[in-house]
């Protein structure tokens, strides 16, 4: 865990390099550091697709200073695709993540991933270092200013369709594709070709993984 202590000690940014290590490093950032806003930063390591590579979330608490902070540092972060996590725990006590253990104890904050499917492209680490120095310049540890994105698109809930049989999934729809519910998104095989189940999108939406 790499903590670096930013100029005038408005933020920290961290790096994971141990999951495992999160509520460890969470205790120990919220014992010895004072600071009033935080942003976490993760390369997607494992085969997970995402729709975009690049992507930050925003978890509003129901404080409205707080919220109305967390969210610009989003807005500014400057990716117009953020998922808003509206499920994450109430109690300090039950947080899994850095950037929750922050919120809860009235630390604006967000959580932005970059990269797909076990990859990091360069432009996915760019996106990264481009917003951590926008939201610096908006909370004035930089100079010069980061104009918010101006239509964002907020993903707000993430459905997951699973097949009800074994066999071979081929896809119909690719990432990044707007489906309407009931729509046929692909089907499963058996071994010989047969069609045994048909996948339908169970909203309308953009698909994040195929």
């Not at 085969?47 to 989003?74: E, I, L």
Request: net charge neutral.
């Amino acid at each position: 865990m790499i903590i670096r202590r930013a100029k005038r000690e408005s933020s920290v940014v961290d790096w994971m390099e141990n999951v495992s290590d999160n509520q460890y490093s969470a205790d120990a950032i919220i014992s010895t550091v004072l600071f009033p806003s935080y942003f976490s930063l993760h390369f997607v390591a494992v085969p997970r697709p995402s729709y975009p590579n690049d992507v930050p979330y925003w978890a509003p608490t129901g404080n409205a200073h707080q919220d109305a902070v967390s969210r610009a540092m989003v807005l500014a972060f400057g990716l117009d695709t953020i998922i808003l996590s509206t499920d994450r725990p109430r109690d300090p006590n039950a947080a899994r993540y850095l950037e929750t253990n922050a919120s809860l104890r009235g630390k604006p904050s967000l959580t932005a991933e970059a990269g797909h499917a076990g990859t990091v492209e360069p432009e996915d680490v760019t996106a990264l270092i481009n917003g951590c120095l926008n939201v610096m310049r908006y909370l004035k540890m930089l100079p010069g200013n980061a104009p918010p994105v101006q239509n964002p698109v907020w993903i707000e809930r993430i459905a997951s369709v699973t097949s009800e049989t074994a066999g071979i999934f081929y896809p119909m729809v690719k990432r990044g594709w707007y489906v309407q519910q009931g729509m046929k998104i692909g089907y499963v095989t058996d071994l010989f070709g047969k069609t045994v189940w048909e996948a339908r999108a169970p909203s309308s939406g953009v698909v994040k993984a195929p």
